[in-house]
């Protein structure tokens, strides 16, 4: 009984902490820049950065608290793929293709949601052409489990539409 008990209390809690990120208005959030890439987005403060990889190409952020795991990281377009290409690796079987624009210039974008088995989330990459650079992939992902949607689904939408590319710092571009 005092199991069951402890459970109830573990599922209101994350309950109430998910309700309150899904809706905006008590979301606080904060800025992550990449070095290496010139990329930005928002995240979830309740959320923590995990152990960068060694090259620097991005970062995860999660919690024990949460469902939600953000992740974005850039690498360079060694392959010379189109966006919808190179995007083909990332895209689950059961993915709803949502929006694929023009940014610019130099930025392309694809963005999309999708369910596999009892995950889903979405995903967000950026095809850059950096003015006397080799091209590259900015991608951003939240994921998150099939029964946490109804609380994240709005947040993860505005994280994942917070994705931004800029010259990196001290490239000159």
């Known amino acids: 009984m005092r199991g069951r008990l402890?459970?109830?209390?573990?599922?209101v809690f994350s309950l109430s902490w998910l309700s309150g990120l899904a809706w905006g208005g008590e979301v606080e959030y904060k800025?992550?820049?990449n070095e290496r890439f010139g990329f930005s987005f928002q995240y979830p403060k309740e959320l923590r950065p995990q152990a960068?990889?060694?090259?620097?190409d991005g970062r995860t952020f999660s919690s024990k608290r949460s469902p939600l795991v953000v992740s974005g990281w850039g690498q360079h377009n060694i392959l010379g793929q189109g966006l919808v290409?190179?995007?083909q690796g990332y895209i689950p079987t059961q993915a709803q293709r949502w929006i694929v624009s023009p940014l610019g210039d130099c930025q392309e974008d694809i963005t999309w949601r999708w369910q596999e088995g009892e995950r889903c989330g979405w995903v967000r990459m950026l095809a850059v052409r950096p003015p006397a650079s080799a091209p590259l992939f900015i991608t951003l992902t939240?994921?998150?489990?099939?029964?946490?949607?109804?609380?994240?689904e709005k947040l993860t939408e505005q994280i994942v539409n917070s994705l931004r590319w800029s010259a990196p710092k001290g490239s000159g571009d």
């Open 142 to 152: 939240c994921e998150y489990p099939k029964s946490a949607a109804p609380q994240v």
């Open 6 to 11: 402890l459970l109830l209390c573990a599922l």
């Open 52 to 56: 960068p990889p060694a090259n620097g």
């Open 85 to 87: 290409e190179a995007s």
């Open 31 to 33: 800025d992550y820049y």
